[in-house]
């Protein structure tokens, strides 16, 4: 799966990285290969499923879809 991320350096000299395809997933560091690596850690985290706060009933099922 490829993703998109835009990089701004900010005023304050640190670098955000935002992923424009995932609503409010957005992280930041010191250089533009520190943002880089943080914005992909935040990606991950929010793709990975809340499992615990599944519960299967008659009426549904937990899926993989593998991108």
């Excluded at 409010?24 to 706060?53: F, H, M, R």
């Amino acid at each position: 799966m490829k993703l998109s991320v835009i990089i701004k350096k900010g005023e304050d000299g640190y670098f955000a990285a935002h992923c424009p395809s995932l609503k409010s997933c957005w992280s930041q560091g010191k250089t533009k290969e520190e943002a880089l690596q943080n914005i992909q850690e935040a990606v991950e985290l929010y793709l990975s499923p809340e499992v615990d706060d599944y519960i299967e009933d008659e009426n549904s099922e937990l899926c993989e879809l593998v991108l």
